[in-house]
Nanobody
Framework: VQLQASGGGLVQPGGSLRLSCAAS????????MAWYRQAPGKRRELVAT???????NYADSVKGRFTSSKDNAKNTVYLQMNSLKPEDTAVYYC?????????WGQGTLVTVSS
């Protein structure tokens, strides 16, 4: 299984970006998918999760600003990021879990700066 993350870029504070994570397999096969991020010099942290049933959870730091969704027909999960802050700058990774395996995408860089 391969995960291809895309959609990162440079955005001004207060702006928006939408990240995509396209899977090479049906996302129905995953128990859950998640977005993580890793800022320079910091540990990778969980940003958002979405279960196979569509239930979502978010880190406190992004609640109310980020929204995760999925398109089963396209085998793609999205992370809509609004009201971006400089502290959101990081490489964002998607992850998929089955009962026996964990898969990671390659990461996409988000830079929030004026």
């Amino acid at each position: 299984v391969q995960l291809q993350a895309s959609g990162g870029g440079l955005v001004q504070p207060g702006g928006s970006l939408r990240l995509s994570c396209a899977a090479s397999a049906s996302i129905f096969s995953f128990n859950a998918m998640a977005w993580y991020r890793q800022a320079p010099g910091k540990r990778r942290e969980l940003v958002a999760t979405i279960t196979s049933g569509g239930k979502t959870n978010y880190a406190d730091s992004v609640k109310g600003r980020f929204t995760s969704s999925k398109d089963n027909a396209k085998n793609t999960v999205y992370l809509q990021m609004n009201s971006l802050k400089p502290e959101d700058t990081a490489v964002y990774y998607c992850k998929a879990d089955t009962t026996t395996h964990t898969y990671w995408g390659q990461g996409t860089l988000v830079t929030v700066s004026s």
